[in-house]
C-alpha cells in the first residue's frame, strides 16, 4: 500500500491540511506529522536552541512543537518505522499563494523541500486566495498531482511548488519561478508597558506577470507547476565567479 506523509506550516488544524488528507486517503496511506501551531514565514529553519517535543494524537497524526523541517526530520528519522517510510510527501494546502521569491520564505515549500533532501519526493501546495478558502478544486488536483509523481517520480533533488487559482481553473501550466515588485513596510507600535515593537509587512507594487512565469500562470487562470531544485548553486554564474576566484589569486600571490 502506498504511504504518505504530509505536513504543512498552517499547523494540525488547518482547514487546508484537512481536506488534503480527506482527499489523498483515496490514494494511499496517509500519516500527518504537523506543527502544533502557525509556523508560516518559517522558511527551511531547523530548531536547534532548544528541545522538541512530539505528541502523538492517534495512531496517524502528531504534532510537533517546532518548523515544516522539524516536523519532517522527526518524521523520517524517528516517528514512522523504518518499515513505514513513506513513498511521497505532500505539504499544504496553504492558506495563501507561495509564487515567486514568497517560496523562499514558504514553510510549505520547505516541508517539501526536507522531503526531497532525505529521499522522498516532496510537493508543495497552496492555493491563491486572501479570503474565502474552499480547498475543494486544489484537494482534487492535489490528487492528481501526487498519482502522477508517484507513476512518472521525479528527477533527482527535485520538488514541485503548485499554486492553484481561487477561480475558475483554465488548465495547468509548467512554469518557472516569477520575481515579486515588493518592499518591506515596517509598522512599530508601543506595548502596554512602554516597549517599542515591530510588525513587519509588505506593500507589492505589482508581479511579475511575465510569460512563462508562476504569477502569469495564476493570474490567466491555471495551476501553476513549478520544477524547483534543493541544488541551490546558480550553474550558468560559475565561469563568471571563477574567473572573479582566478584574479583575487593572482593578486594574492602578487602581494606576497
Known amino acids: ?9 498552517d499547523g494540525i488544524h488547518s482547514n487546508g491540511l484537512i481536506r488534503l488528507e480527506e482527499a489523498l486517503r483515496d490514494v494511499g496511506d496517509v500519516y500527518v506529522v504537523a506543527p502544533a501551531s502557525e509556523m508560516s514565514g ?13 505528541r502523538q494524537i492517534d495512531k496517524r497524526h502528531w504534532t510537533v512543537d517546532g518548523t515544516p523541517t522539524d516536523c519532517i526530520t522527526l518524521a523520517l528519522n524517528k516517528i514512522l518505522p523504518a518499515e513505514e517510510l513513506p513513498d511521497i510527501c505532500a505539504s499544504g494546502i496553504n492558506h495563501g499563494g507561495n509564487l515567486g521569491d514568497d517560496a523562499t520564505y514558504s514553510g510549505t515549500v ?8 532525505l529521499g522522498v519526493p516532496g510537493l508543495a501546495f497552496s492555493l491563491v486566495a486572501r479570503e474565502h478558502f ?5 484537494a482534487e488536483f492535489a490528487v492528481v498531482a501526487v498519482r502522477k509523481v508517484l507513476t512518472e517520480g521525479l528527477p533527482e533533488g527535485t520538488l514541485l511548488n503548485i499554486n492553484i487559482p481561487a477561480k ?48 502569469n500562470a495564476i493570474e490567466l487562470g491555471y495551476i501553476s507547476v513549478t520544477p524547483l531544485k534543493s541544488d541551490m548553486t ?15 589569486n593572482q593578486e594574492l600571490l602578487h602581494k606576497t
Open 134 to 138: 474552499d480547498f475543494r478544486e486544489a
Open 168 to 215: 475558475e481553473i483554465k488548465g495547468v501550466r509548467v512554469t518557472r519561478q516569477g520575481i515579486k515588485n515588493a518592499r518591506p513596510v515596517i509598522s512599530e507600535h508601543i506595548d502596554p508597558r512602554g516597549k517599542p515593537y515591530f510588525w513587519i509587512g509588505e506593500e507589492y507594487f505589482s508581479n511579475n506577470s511575465a510569460d512563462g512565469t508562476d504569477y
Open 110 to 117: 520547505a516541508g517539501a523541500l526536507e522531503a526531497t533532501i
Open 234 to 248: 546558480d550553474h550558468r554564474a560559475l565561469t563568471a565567479i571563477e574567473s572573479w576566484n582566478y584574479l583575487k
Open 1 to 9: 500500500m502506498t504511504r504518505i506523509l504530509l505536513t504543512n506550516d
Open 42 to 54: 518559517a522558511s527551511h529553519s531547523l530548531t536547534l536552541a532548544r528541545p522538541l517535543r512530539i
